[in-house]
């Protein structure tokens, strides 16, 4: 009993943690930057800097915001280079912030896609989720995004979930926070490119 209290105040700490991480966005951006469509990309791949891929589906249908505004960061190489900064083990791996630290992004914001802000997204946060990391504010979302090592349902409704990883992929995910904790060093993202 002592361990699932000592566990689930973990998880609540790390939940607050996510709250700020994901801030350092100055404007919002607005809620949809093109046309009909732009965002119709269902699939992309993180390819890691040892040549080991990540490979996600993306779920426009649940948060098209969220999705394009990714789609758009991939097209631009946003991400090439950039590590997965924060590994919570057990938790998620976080990534895409350009300062490394958990502060930056991409100098604007979106509308944050989770029912806590009025937007329908019914995507769990169990393991193999993709969602955006942000602050305090509900819109604060940029280009931060992490990945659910295991189930954290307890984020339902308060972040924009927006796709999986694919079972295989996880194995890849699970290596890179064996990495870390093995050498302590940041994971670097070589390239993430939409498939399609």
């Excluded at 295989?168 to 060093?185: F, I, N, P, R």
Aim: one cysteine or more; proline letters at 3%.
């Amino acid at each position: 009993m002592k361990t699932s209290t000592i566990k689930r105040a973990a998880l609540c700490a790390m939940a607050a943690m996510l709250l700020w991480a994901g801030a350092g966005c100055t404007k919002t951006k607005p809620e949809s930057g093109g046309k009909e469509g732009d965002a119709h990309m269902s699939k992309a791949t993180i390819t890691m800097e040892d040549g080991q891929q990540i490979h996600l589906e993306l779920d426009a249908g649940q948060a098209p915001i969220t999705v394009e505004n990714f789609v758009k960061l991939v097209e631009d190489e946003f991400y090439n280079g950039l590590t997965f900064h924060r590994i919570e083990p057990g938790f998620v791996i976080q990534g895409g912030d350009p300062d490394g630290n958990g502060m930056g992004g991409p100098g604007y914001a979106i509308k944050g896609e989770f029912t806590a802000n009025g937007v329908d997204n019914t995507i769990s946060h169990e393991r193999g989720v993709i969602s955006m990391a942000r602050s305090q504010a509900y819109d604060s979302a940029g280009s931060q995004f992490f990945i659910t090592l295991d189930d954290a349902t307890f984020l339902d409704g308060q972040y924009a979930a927006f796709g999986t990883v694919d079972e295989e992929s996880m194995k890849v995910v699970d290596a890179v926070v064996e990495q870390y904790l093995k050498d302590g060093k940041t994971p670097v993202m070589k390239s993430i490119t939409i498939d399609d």
